[in-house]
């Protein structure tokens, strides 16, 4: 079993940059894929970024294609979220997931789930 914390959500304006981390308890982190979703006020939960078990593979949202960057430190069990050029629209809640082997962009692929970070961009 895989429990999961978010941190680094909050306040800012638009253009800034964020760090998101996800503190993953468990010997076995470096067996699972790793994922980044978001979950807007009124809107479904939608899929941010994900990595693979051995950081050789990430995949992206069309939306923050080029802004975010998802890594990983298997050392310490954490999966990190650099959001560079925030847009309002990037206002959600974040969540860390994990599912064993590989990471897709399907949250029903996922097993594990953190709580929750809440970032909010203004204009």
């Known amino acids: 079993q895989v429990q999961l914390v978010e941190s680094g959500g909050g306040l800012v304006q638009a253009g800034d940059s964020l760090r998101l981390s996800c503190a993953a308890s468990g010997r076995t982190f470096s067996r699972y894929g790793m994922g980044w979703f978001r979950q807007a006020p009124g809107k479904e939960r939608e899929f941010v970024a994900a990595i693979s078990y051995s950081s050789g593979s990430t995949s992206y949202a069309e939306s923050v294609l080029g802004r975010f960057t998802i890594s990983r430190d298997n050392a310490k069990n954490t999966v990190l979220l650099q959001m560079n050029s925030l847009k309002p629209e990037d206002t959600a809640i974040y969540y860390c997931?994990?599912?064993?082997?590989?990471?897709?962009?399907?949250?029903?692929?996922?097993?594990?789930w953190g709580q929750g970070t809440h970032v909010t961009v203004s204009s």
């Open positions: 997931a994990a599912q064993l082997g590989l990471a897709g962009s399907s949250s029903a692929e996922y097993r594990y």
